[in-house]
């Protein structure tokens, strides 16, 4: 069975920092670009990064280029969302999700809240 | 930046009958275009990519259509499952753009 599960939300301070984390299991991991998507609260989907298969090739929205950073091990079926400077705008459930062309396979997501 | 636009934002339709939402894309996506479900408190699920294909699992009561700036979900005949929100998305051009929603409710 394919899975995805996320890891690492939780409170942060503004200008703070966090690592999100997505472990995946039941397909090959390598063979397929992967990304994160993020719901504030009682709002729409909004798509924050996605990365090649081999991690050659990241991708991120304007809202958060320059501050956040995603990246791999594929060793591990492992991916990352390093997240900088916070803003509270930022606070939502972030999901990962598996990408083959649409996003076919999600995670239950993970909370993150940006708060002094 | 690609501007998807869902209408309408809610839509009121009883239960057994035909529902048919939306999306707008500004430019032309050709037929990367996909249709998410989500129901209050889950992930989304994958419902049809590439304009017109059912993704696993999926009913053949859901179809899409479409292609280039106008896109259609229609669901055929309406089950209490149903009632939920739904977007579209695009992942012809980066930056991958969702729509807005479009809320399915009970008439």
């Known amino acids: 069975e394919v899975q995805l599960l996320e890891s690492g939300g939780g409170l942060a301070q503004p200008g703070g920092s966090l690592r999100l984390s997505c472990a995946a299991s039941?397909?090959?991991?390598?063979?397929?670009?992967m990304g994160w998507v993020r719901q504030a609260p009682g709002k729409g989907l909004e798509w924050v990064s996605a990365?090649?298969?081999?991690?050659?090739?990241?991708y991120y929205a304007d809202s958060v280029k320059g501050r956040f950073a995603i990246s791999r091990d594929n060793s591990k079926s492992t991916m990352y969302l390093q997240m900088n400077s916070l803003r509270a705008e930022d606070t939502a459930i972030y999901y990962c999700?598996?990408?083959?062309?649409?996003?076919?396979?999600w995670g239950q997501g993970t909370t993150v809240t940006v708060s002094s | 930046e690609i501007v998807m636009t869902q209408s309408p934002a809610t839509l009121s339709v009883s239960p057994g009958e035909r529902a048919t939402l939306s999306c707008r894309a500004s430019?032309?996506?050709?037929?990367?275009l996909a249709w998410y479900q989500q129901k209050p408190g889950q992930p989304p699920r994958l419902l049809i990519f590439?304009?017109?294909t059912r993704a696993t699992g999926i009913p053949a009561r859901f179809s899409g259509s479409g292609s280039g700036t106008e896109f259609t979900l229609t669901i055929s005949s309406l089950q209490s499952e149903d009632f939920t929100v739904y977007y579209c998305?695009?992942?012809?051009?980066?930056?991958?753009?969702f729509g807005g929603g479009t809320k399915l409710e009970i008439k």
């Open positions: 999700a598996k990408k083959g062309g649409a996003f076919d396979v």
């Open positions: 039941g397909f090959t991991f390598t063979y397929y670009a």
């Open positions: 990365i090649t298969g081999t991690g050659a090739g990241t």
């Open positions: 430019q032309s996506v050709s037929s990367k």
């Open positions: 590439d304009a017109s």
């Open positions: 998305q695009q992942y012809n051009n980066w930056p991958l753009t």
